[in-house]
């Protein structure tokens, strides 16, 4: 009897009943139509309840999962369920989703055919990572009558991992890799000059570059022959990551943090294809989760697991202690993309003596975040006193913003100043420049 469940037609059918009793009182007529009313109610729960309940497996359900969460992302979850009834049932489905949604109105209504399927899906964002614990799915089943229904659970229990979003790494290596088109932001990017990779010597074909003329094998050949170069590969790429406490700051819901986490997973990706070698490690009171630069299978795996195990508990970031772990780790000559964030000109110049060390031995990338609501109040057309006060002090902080960027200008030192939706097209663009200019 735990599975049973009144509806609230039985319960509006009993108030008619009532109704038809107090007007008894004035039409004694009436008392005989209650009487049949009430008789035919309650033959009509009992008839309503051997259908749904004669049945063991009247309802078949399963929820279909993906093998883990992409954080920030749109994951589908499946639902199938299948009517074994010999007769058309209507259902409630109710999902115990994680408690990291706080989703509690969850319900789905769907009219199912005898001996038919119904599958349909619902999306899932999640905001953070970590584990998600799925509970029961419950599916509240009722026939025509519908004075009745019967719950059937499916799959208590079920854990899934959130990991830093993957979901777009498809499409993001395909924007890299066709340059010929320009796709969702990915910008083209000329070409300077030739790297040093040499790669064949090949036919001249109208619109190759003339200064690339190999006149020795033309003299041979006795018809135009072309040098071509390649894009050096195997180049060491960095990704470093400040997991202190100016990344706490949340915008849609999605921390700083979380943002240059996904943005680390997809670049690692387009690195990997690339041929160069992808690293990474974070900071913040000291150096962890470190990956040494390498192209191998297993690289993504690797890099994907270490940001899913981020914790911080955002202290104040030593950037001396970064300084000195670079200097001693990092041997060779690699591209550094690090991703933090500074508000204000002074708190940059309190870090910019470890920046300079760093940009002294490697190609330094510092990636740095708009303030999407400061965006808003500058573009706002002020009604007030109140308002146009904000618009100058937002205007005031985005001007300090250009002088952070002139200044690591000043000092050879590259930036990415993005909102953070856009960080993942941003931080792709800017390695596809620097590769194309080849000035690692």
């Known amino acids: 009897m735990r599975n049973l469940y009144i509806n609230n037609r039985f319960f509006f059918t009993l108030i008619g009943v009532g109704i038809l009793y107090v007007l008894a009182f004035f039409f004694p ?76 109105d969850f319900l789905i209504r769907k009219e199912i055919d005898p001996g038919r399927n119904a599958f349909f899906q619902y999306i899932l964002e999640p905001k953070e990572r970590g584990e998600y614990n799925f509970g029961s799915l419950n599916v509240y089943t009722s026939s025509p009558i519908d004075f009745v229904s019967k719950r059937y659970r499916f799959q208590k229990n079920a854990n899934l991992a959130a990991y830093p979003s993957f979901v777009h790494l498809r499409k993001y ?52 022959m072309v040098n071509q170069f390649q894009d050096e590969k195997s180049q060491r790429i960095f990704m470093l990551i400040d997991t202190g406490r100016t990344m706490k700051m949340p915008f849609k819901e999605l921390s700083l943090l979380d943002y240059s986490i996904n943005a680390t997973m997809a670049l690692s990706h387009i690195i990997l294809k690339k041929g160069d070698r992808a690293g990474m490690m974070t900071f913040s009171k000291k150096t962890e989760n470190k990956i040494a630069a390498e192209n191998k299978s297993g690289q993504l795996k690797k890099i994907s697991e270490s940001l899913y195990n981020i914790k911080t508990n955002f202290f104040e970031s030593d950037f001396n202690r970064l300084y ?59 009604e007030s006193m109140q308002e146009i006060y904000d618009e100058v002090i937002a205007e005031k902080f985005e001007f300090e913003k250009k002088l952070i960027i002139q200044e690591l200008r000043k000092y050879g030192i590259y930036t990415v100043y993005t909102l953070p939706e856009n960080l993942n097209i941003d931080v792709i663009n800017k390695y596809l420049e620097i590769k194309a200019r080849g000035i690692l």
């Open 173 to 224: 290596e395909l924007m890299a890799l066709q340059s010929e088109f320009l796709l969702g932001g990915i910008k083209k990017i000329r070409k300077l000059g030739h790297t040093m990779e040499f790669e064949q010597i090949k036919d001249y074909v109208p619109g190759d570059d003339i200064r690339t003329i190999n006149w020795k094998a033309t003299s041979k050949t006795n018809r135009l």
């Open 29 to 104: 007529i009436f008392i005989y139509v209650a009487h049949i009313v009430l008789l035919l109610c309650f033959l009509a729960a009992m008839v309503d309840y051997l259908l749904l309940f004669n049945q063991k497996e009247g309802v078949l359900a399963q929820r279909i999962l993906p093998e883990k969460l992409s954080n920030g992302d749109e994951n589908p979850i499946k639902i199938d369920i299948k009517n074994n009834y010999g007769f058309k049932i209507n259902t409630k489905i109710i999902d115990e989703i994680p408690f990291q949604f706080q989703k509690r």
């Open 324 to 382: 000195q772990d670079v200097k001693y780790s990092i041997n060779q000559r690699s591209l550094i993309l690090l991703f933090t964030n500074f508000e204000t000109l002074d708190g940059l110049n309190r870090q910019l003596k470890y920046l300079r060390g760093i940009s002294k031995n490697h190609l330094l990338v510092v990636v740095f975040f708009k303030n999407s609501e400061l965006q808003t109040l500058i573009h706002k057309n002020p």
